[in-house]
C-alpha cells in the first residue's frame, strides 16, 4: 500500500469515526478541509455549512487565502460554492473564461490571491444537502475524474459522520449544534487575530499553533480560543506543546 493510500484510508475512518464523546466539529471539519489539499491536486480548501435556517457559514478552510475567498462568495452572493450548495450539485467551470462569465467578481478575487481555478462539492446524503467543499487550484482547469471522485467520497462520508452524530439526539440538536459550531467558528477567529498579534505570527500559523496545543493538551479548540482572548491562556505557554506520551489516543 502506497503512502498516498495509506492516508486515504485513515482520513476515510478519521471521517467515520464521529460517534465520540468529546466529537469536536470544527476540528472534524479542518481535518476534512487539509486532507482534501493533502489528497486532491488542490492548493487550498474551504467549507461552508448551512444553519437551521439555509444560511450559509464559513466553518474550517486549509489556508487563510481560502477562508477569505469563502467569506468574499457569501457576501457577494457568487461563486461555486454557492451554486452547489443551491444545486446540490458539483460546480465548476473548464476554464477562466467561463469562470469570469458565472462568476465575475468572485473570479477577479480569485485571481486577486493568486488562483486560477474553483470548484466546490456538495456535502449531501440523498437529498439532504448540509453544506459544501470548495477545492482551490493555481493552475487553471478541473481535477481529474479520479480526484473529484475521491473528493466526493471524503464530503459524503464527512456528511454521513455528522448527520449520524447529531441524530444520537433528537431532531432538534442539529440546529443546536450547528449554531454552537458556528459561534465558536466566530470566537477561533477573534482568538487566531489576538494569538497572530501578540506573538507577531501570519493567521495560519496562529491556528495551527492552537489546533496543536489543544490536540496536546487533549482540550478543545474553543475552549483553548476563549482563554486566549480573555488573557487566560498566553503565547508562551501555546508556543510550549508538550510531547505526547507514548501510547496516548490522538484526536484526529
Given at each position: 500500500?502506497?503512502?498516498?493510500?495509506?492516508?486515504?484510508?485513515?482520513?476515510?475512518?478519521?471521517?467515520?469515526?464521529?460517534?465520540?464523546?468529546?466529537?469536536?466539529?470544527?476540528?472534524?471539519?479542518?481535518?476534512?478541509?487539509?486532507?482534501?489539499?493533502?489528497?486532491?491536486?488542490?492548493?487550498?480548501?474551504?467549507i461552508?455549512?448551512?444553519?437551521?435556517?439555509?444560511?450559509?457559514?464559513?466553518?474550517a478552510?486549509?489556508?487563510?487565502?481560502?477562508?477569505?475567498?469563502?467569506?468574499?462568495?457569501?457576501?457577494?452572493?457568487?461563486?461555486?460554492?454557492?451554486?452547489?450548495?443551491?444545486?446540490?450539485?458539483?460546480?465548476?467551470?473548464?476554464?477562466?473564461?467561463?469562470?469570469?462569465?458565472?462568476?465575475?467578481?468572485?473570479?477577479?478575487?480569485?485571481?486577486g490571491?493568486?488562483?486560477?481555478?474553483?470548484?466546490?462539492?456538495?456535502?449531501?446524503?440523498?437529498?439532504?444537502?448540509?453544506?459544501?467543499?470548495?477545492?482551490?487550484?493555481?493552475?487553471?482547469?478541473?481535477?481529474?475524474?479520479?480526484?473529484?471522485?475521491?473528493?466526493?467520497?471524503?464530503?459524503?462520508?464527512?456528511?454521513?459522520?455528522?448527520?449520524?452524530?447529531?441524530?444520537?439526539?433528537?431532531?432538534?440538536?442539529l440546529?443546536?449544534?450547528?449554531?454552537?459550531?458556528?459561534s465558536?467558528?466566530?470566537?477561533?477567529?477573534?482568538?487566531?487575530?489576538?494569538?497572530?498579534?501578540?506573538?507577531?505570527?501570519?493567521?495560519?500559523?496562529?491556528?495551527?499553533?492552537?489546533?496543536?496545543?489543544?490536540?496536546?493538551?487533549?482540550?478543545?479548540?474553543?475552549?483553548?480560543?476563549?482563554?486566549?482572548?480573555?488573557?487566560?491562556?498566553?503565547?508562551?505557554?501555546?508556543?510550549?506543546?508538550?510531547?505526547?506520551?507514548?501510547?496516548?489516543?490522538?484526536?484526529?
Amino acid at each position: 500500500m502506497t503512502s498516498r493510500e495509506q492516508l486515504l484510508a485513515r482520513t476515510f475512518l478519521s471521517l467515520a469515526d464521529t460517534l465520540v464523546a468529546d466529537f469536536d466539529v470544527i476540528d472534524f471539519l479542518h481535518t476534512l478541509a487539509t486532507r482534501s489539499v493533502e489528497l486532491l491536486d488542490a492548493d487550498a480548501a474551504g467549507i461552508m455549512l448551512a444553519d437551521a435556517h439555509g444560511c450559509l457559514h464559513v466553518m474550517a478552510s486549509s489556508a487563510e487565502e481560502a477562508r477569505l475567498l469563502e467569506l468574499y462568495e457569501l457576501q457577494n452572493d457568487e461563486g461555486p460554492c454557492l451554486d452547489c450548495y443551491r444545486s446540490g450539485r458539483p460546480a465548476a467551470r473548464d476554464d477562466l473564461p467561463a469562470m469570469r462569465s458565472a462568476w465575475p467578481a468572485f473570479t477577479e478575487q480569485l485571481q486577486g490571491l493568486g488562483f486560477h481555478s474553483a470548484q466546490a462539492l456538495p456535502m449531501r446524503l440523498r437529498d439532504d444537502t448540509i453544506g459544501a467543499l470548495n477545492l482551490f487550484r493555481l493552475e487553471p482547469g478541473r481535477l481529474t475524474d479520479a480526484d473529484l471522485g475521491i473528493g466526493q467520497a471524503m464530503a459524503d462520508v464527512a456528511t454521513v459522520g455528522l448527520i449520524q452524530e447529531r441524530a444520537i439526539a433528537a431532531s432538534e440538536r442539529l440546529a443546536i449544534q450547528l449554531q454552537t459550531a458556528l459561534s465558536s467558528r466566530v470566537q477561533l477567529e477573534q482568538a487566531k487575530g489576538v494569538l497572530a498579534q501578540r506573538a507577531g505570527l501570519a493567521m495560519d500559523q496562529a491556528f495551527q499553533l492552537m489546533r496543536a496545543y489543544a490536540r496536546s493538551n487533549n482540550r478543545r479548540l474553543s475552549d483553548v480560543a476563549a482563554e486566549i482572548i480573555d488573557g487566560t491562556l498566553d503565547d508562551c505557554q501555546v508556543r510550549k506543546v508538550p510531547n505526547r506520551r507514548p501510547g496516548t489516543p490522538r484526536r484526529i
